[in-house]
């Protein structure tokens, strides 16, 4: 077997790793004792795994990429797999070198490998470039792959690797000034931090990024539990981490020292350095997916609406990475299609009409079709306000979604507890709702109103176009500290069955006892609710998907209600 097939099975077997490898459990110790232990555990079950089983598991998925790759390439190019070069505090990073035979100098194009993965990750998306004419450098981050180092999460040492690529680079192929830099996931960070950085990049494309680390991992004060778990459990089996990232994800769940990390958090963060990227002008491309529970949307498209250089942005369905994934297969789809138009115009000034099409595209709930818009938000958006009524007597009844105002002094009250409206299994639901469009249902009228708020309004007179984010504000009584809670939107049918279409979480801080307002935008989305279905809202308190400060304690919360203070839906649409 050649270098680079032996070097593809490895990157092949960490794909399934970084999904495979998720504790859902929160023990909030005190330190970051209970993650590494969890990571220990995991070393020794995945020793279990033998790597032949591991790699006739993934026969198919290797098999395709040697596939493409041999596809591609046509002998225009040459592929050096021994690219090495020292970091300014002289840590070793390593990589691959794709150069056109003929000619030069070129433009260039450096992709940034996934968190867990390795430079192989963009071996068929290289080579295709290479034959349009461009030099391909893809480096291992440190502490990944072959390269030296503890990984730095996109940190100082980061950006000095990268300004070490691009020096080699300029070293020892035969590339002109048009240099841009790309990357899945960790390398979509990376690569919109240093299109901001560095001075010799002149454009990036970023996919299944984050725009705010701090809201990615803690957004409305509440930990991401089972991604940042899977995340420390992955780079600790393929990676060299550094102990601070699972010691500052322990903080997060245990509310200790938050402000340190999160200061830690936004010095890795491309929003934190918006106006900095205005500064330069240079464009981006940004694709990120709507049901993407580790980079959400919203933080993405508060990042991108603060930005005022060209730029360009698709909403697709899916969960982390699998809108992206088919193009580092060989398959040809819509979101690689436009990065590579976007580096022909940008780098080689090819007039191939990626600028004419619209600035923001966004794949609708459930279907492959997609509304396009040319600004965001859009214009002429249409900010629905639905009232929330209370539940009847003894929460008997659910409450109602109304456009006519709510004239009721009550209360309702609900003991917090897991109902029947949740996100579903961590990573099986999300992979069956994003991937292939199996939604997430349940029957609203059967959740338990002991445990959480219902709403449902009448049928719909018109079709609903929502196209943006969905804010709920409440006023809620709290007989904890830090109550957590998790609202989720439903198309409900005729039978009650609702079809899961977007949610929220947060968790409030020191409110014990005092009334206070709950206001939380749920996940932006696109999605026509049709003439004839309902809305229904579930509010509860537990959720896998999020970290709970109370996971066991059983709590009272009750939600107000008055004509001064109103509680309400609001919704972007068309």
Known sequence: MKNYQRKIVLFCLAIPLTFACGPNENKNQSSSGSILGLVNSVNENAKTVGADQMASSNASQRSQMEAAFAAENDGSFTFNDLVSFTSSDGTKITGNLFQPKAGGPYPAVIFVNSWALNEYEYIVPAAKLAKKGYVVLSYNTRGFGTSEGKINVAGPKDMEDLSSALDYLQRTASVNENIGIAGISYGAGISLLGVTKEPRIKTAVAMSGWGSLPDSLYGNQTPRLVWGLLLIASGYLTGNMDPIIAENFQKLLDNRDVQSVLNWAGDRSPSTFAQTLNATGK????????????????????????????????????????????????????????????????????????????????????????????????????????????????????????????????????????????????????????????????????????????????????????????????????????????????????WGTGTLITHGASTLSTVSGRDTDLILDLQAVAHDFPKGSRLGLAIDNVDPMYANPYPLLTYLNQFKYNSQSASTLTIQSE
């Open 283 to 494: 464009p981006v491309y940004i694709s990120n997916n709507s049901q993407d529970n580790l980079f959400q949307p919203n933080q993405v498209l508060d990042y991108f609406q603060r930005l005022t250089v060209p730029k360009k942005l698709d909403l697709n369905n899916g969960i982390h990475a699998t809108a992206e994934i088919g193009g580092i297969l060989g398959i040809q789809n819509y979101i690689w299609t436009n990065a590579y138009d976007w580096f022909d115009y940008w780098l080689k000034g090819i007039p191939n009409g990626i600028m004419s099409k619209p600035m923001v595209s966004i794949q609708k709930r459930h279907v492959s079709d997609r509304v396009f818009y040319n600004s965001w938000p859009i214009r002429n958006q249409v900010n629905r306000t639905y009232h929330l009524k209370p539940m009847g007597m003894f929460n008997l009844s659910p409450g109602s979604i109304s456009t006519t105002t709510n004239t009721s002094n009550t209360s309702n009250t609900v003991l917090a507890g897991a109902t029947s409206a949740s996100t579903g299994v961590p990573l099986l639901s999300e992979i069956l709702d994003g991937a292939v469009s199996i939604p997430i249902k349940t029957n609203v009228h059967l959740i338990d109103r002991s445990n959480a708020m219902v709403y449902i309004s009448d049928s719909l007179s018109t079709a609903l176009k929502v196209r943006g984010k969905i804010t709920y504000k409440g006023k809620i009584n709290s007989a904890v500290s830090r109550p957590h809670f998790v609202v989720y939107l439903y198309e409900v049918d005729s």
